[in-house]
């Protein structure tokens, strides 16, 4: 019991806190949980971790020492064309890292919530639902299903959240936000090309950040489970609308309607069917233009 006889908080450990994502998730938890952050390396905060997740005996240290209530897995080589040229340490990052998290929860029955993508899924389909059998096109997707599995066989009551897209922002640049790109390079004078063949359902980080919250209590929630809006736009309609709301001159955002051999293979159709997690959660899957909206507060806590 605290000083205040209030019950104290549950831990919460973030793996990859100071990633685009674990800023988001840190500030949402920190309502109901006693927030552990850490990161690859050290940060500005006294109190922030260092975990590698490369190194297993370092993960392993950490989890029986703090013995966090539950742990939310963010860490990742998350810039797709990144995995596409250096493979091993995507696989080594992506998905043994992965592994040795999943270990260490197992051996000390910590609750661990995951997340992955709809990179998993070839695009050829529009629609996916949880039990549509994985065909990755690229090396990140092929190493977020071969994580998926890992964390599943090791500890089947994991939860697994596949995304599509997350927008949202930090302020910062270093970070996998797309958002807080398209707003540096617009401000910048720059044109920006969007596809108009790549279809995402997108989810705001705010939102994605309490459905993270209100999963990990609930024990039903475990295995597979799909996030995003209720429909999908292609990315050149979500960069209109980003451009739109912000009033970014029409010339500085211009349609790419084939796809660069540079980029590493992205799927057509990544819309992840919402139906179970809208089951399983109070907050329900918000409309495109609703996560738009979101994606453009200014972040609750920036420059964490
Ligand atoms: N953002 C999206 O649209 C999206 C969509 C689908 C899935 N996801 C998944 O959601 C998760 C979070 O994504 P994000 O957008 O927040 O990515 P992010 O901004 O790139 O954050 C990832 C974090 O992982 C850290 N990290 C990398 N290697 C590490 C290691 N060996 N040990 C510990 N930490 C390490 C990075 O730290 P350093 O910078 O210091 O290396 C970074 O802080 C990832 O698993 C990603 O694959 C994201």
Redesign the pocket.
Known sequence: MSSSSQPAKPSLLI??A?????RSVATAAAARFNVLRA???AGERSTDIV????DANVVEQTIREIQPKAVVL??????IDLCERQPERAAA?NVQ?VAHVARACAATGTRLLF?????VFDGKKIGYCEEDPVSPLSVYGRS?ADAENVVLETLPDAIVLR????LGRTGLT?????VDTLVRRWQAGEIVRASTLECRNPIDAATLATWIIELLPNPEARGLIHTGSTHAWTRYQIATALATRLGVPEVQLLPEETTSPARALRGVHQLLLTDKIARLCTTQPPTIEEVVERSLREPAESHQ
Do not use: Q
């Open positions: 793996l990859g100071r990633g685009f994502l674990g990161d690859r390396t975990v590698d997740i490369t963010l860490a990742a080589i998350s810039d990052v890292g997340t992955s993508s709809g990179a977020k995304v599509s897209l997350v270093t970070t996998n936000s797309v």
